[in-house]
């Protein structure tokens, strides 16, 4: 029995001829080996190179994202600040067995807030420091910061280096008055009151107005005689 054999004449019916090389267009022939790995080679590093443009696109859009996040939960609508805020009283409270002269945390009306307090203890000048950083009624700040047994170089680095410009009396004690309101953008140290009772001294700067930091200065110059006299 013989095999069929294909009508054309080419062999045995089934068997597939070899196939062309495909013609590139570009080139109007067919590729060679070389030029066939050049061009696999050109469109894997295309392929790593779309890739890593989409991930850094990726990683733009998450980013901003968290941004828009942290605008929306910590800027309020009416444009404040959602502070998180601290018992300052407390704190002093916790902290006063790690320092040997009462901390000043003067009780302040309704309105007024803090958003830190804790003691820092400087590498410079070896002054343990008690900081508040409190919150006006009118949205404004005010540092406390107290010093033991301060010298005079912590005093004016407190104050950036700048010099009085005035004293005040405020509720029985003097004041030397820091008054940079007018200067180009004097930040957080737009003005500052400094005074020294005893081993402490006490600096007072921020943004808030004479009113303010006149309620502050009472309160802890009523606190500082109450201590004094126990």
Known sequence: ??????????????????????????????????????????????????QTAINLTLSIVASLGIVLFLVLVVVRPNGTVN????????????????????????????????????????????????????????????????GIDANPTWVSLQVQNAAATSTRSIAGLTWDVYDRRDADDPGNYAYALTTTVGRSSYVLYGTADDAEFDVLATSLAQQIASQESE
């Open 1 to 50: 029995m013989t095999t069929p054999s294909d009508p054309s004449g080419g062999g045995t019916r089934g068997a597939r001829r070899p196939r062309e090389p495909r013609v590139v267009a570009e080139l109007g022939r067919p590729e060679t080996p070389d030029e066939t790995a050049a061009r696999k080679a050109e469109n894997t590093r295309k392929h790593y190179a779309n």
């Open 83 to 146: 502070r998180q805020e601290i018992d300052y009283v407390q704190v002093a409270s916790q902290a006063q067995a790690s320092v040997d002269a009462p901390l000043a945390a003067p009780p302040l009306p309704s309105g007024w807030t803090s958003n830190a307090a804790e003691v820092r203890s400087s590498t410079r000048d070896d002054v343990p420091t008690w900081y508040v950083g409190l919150i006006t009624p009118d949205q404004q700040f005010i540092g406390l910061e107290q």
